[in-house]
């Protein structure tokens, strides 16, 4: 049996004692070569999971193995084959472009590194930028530029918390194509967490549905449409976050 | 898996089923190779992908290189006139003590700069938000101290050795009349600064940039305890063994004591090295349990916020 990008065992967190779990008992097996959506209302439990799934959050209790590798343990081994994007996170903003992706090619050890960046500014549009502080780019050129920095390693694992929040259509639509392209190109797995259906539709193949840090479904969107009797993941979405069930949905 | 289609495309990737590639690489057309899911990189190539990081700081813009050097500078040229007004009331017997008075001043710059360059480096690690990013690289923690321990080193000397050569041509007091031990006594003193630097890391990794103050002060609350300016003996008797306990005390007393006497004061040295070792070892400890703690309560996101 080939090794799962990311094994989740019982995945529970919980901030305080007595508190009710940010995270409950989540688990699931995410082969390579797949792009998953992890979807769910605000507070659902999405950034918790993902932070956990990176090792910068401690679980209470369940386990991780990325990429073969036990993140309570090994977690060094698994982080230099993941990378991560998200715009609430930002890079050093008096950095150039170029200056940013340097230093976290020298972090992920990237061989070849002056032609990887050659590559990935001209894949993502940034050789005009490449020598601009990142902190004086556009909303968009700021995602493109997280995006490089996510790619810079060629990750295996690649979580996204958000990719496309608060860009205009054209531009949510490049990122979702250079994804697209990447992990066909790649063979990589992505973890997608996201609020836009449309987005979550056309790049996962597979859906976790969490609510109160639960996994409350599980399926392809195409099971979960037919599942709901719906139309689009958005019905389903609010079908999930209000509570109504399969039966009264149908 | 390995190989190229028809199309350029690589073999392990055609669509959402494609099969898993995991743990070998991967070359697709043009040459390129995917590196899947094992580690990549040295220590030392991620140390300095740390310190390049500040690097590119200082190297656009001059007033930050200008404002490292700025504050020693000042404290050298008003200790300096001090010190000169000193020996010209007094004769020459207050040579010899003013020249006690400007090493004290430019060796305490050095554990000041060197906290100060490890404390700031990481704040701006904070003030960027950037740790997000460092944390899920695969930088240790130890990887991270020494960057920024490297850094301390860039900055002290960048802030120090202007100060020391401005001190022997305005007042002719040259440090390195300490002799080659002044190597040691300076290393000593670095490594007390990244000492309360780690520990004052900690506290902005518990209490997030509300923390941060100390960072700029620490230090001058330490300064009346260390034995900079006058001997331990001076102190209290009650408060002697605290100030004893501080490494900076015994280089000090070191120093006066080879400016004094010309003499080499190796115990002084050793005790000043061995508290070193105490110090970073409490503060190494201190650290790791607040990495361990912000790692538990989900801190390393938001601090910054």
Redesign the interface.
Known sequence: METPALLVEGLTKTYRPGDTPAVDGLSFVMPMGQTWGLLGGNGAGKSTTIAMLLGLLVPSSGRVVALGHDMATDRFAALAGMNFSSPYIALPHRLTVEENLRVYAHLYGVPDSKRRIAELLEEFALTDFAKRPAGQLSAGQKTRVALAKALVNRPALLLLDEPTASLDPDTGDWVRTALERYRAESGAAMLLASHNMAEVERLCSHVVMLKGGRAVDTGSPADLLHRYGRDDLEEVFLDIARGRNREDAL | MTGTDDRG??Q????????????RA?T?AGG???????????PA??I???I??HL??YRRSWPRLLELMYWPVLQMVVWGFITAYLAGVQGNTASVAAGVLLGGVLLWEVTLRSQMGFAISFL??VW???L?????????PWELVAGLAAMSVLRTVAAVAPAMILAFFLYGFGVWTLGPVLVAYVFALMAMGWAVALAVTALILRHGAGAEALAWGVMFGIAPFAAVFYPVAILPAWLQPVALAIPAAHVFEGMRAALNNGAMEWGHLGWALALDVVWMAGAAWIFLAQF?SA????A??NIGE
């Open positions: 495309a690589p392990a990737a055609r669509g959402n089923d494609a099969a898993p590639t995991q743990g991967v697709f390129t190779t995917a590196f899947h899911g094992r580690p990549q990189g040295s190539r991620r300095w992908g740390l390049f990081r590119a700081l701006e690690e960027s938000r950037n997000g990013h460092l944390f899920v690289s695969p930088l240790r361990h790692r538990v309560r989900g390393l996101l």
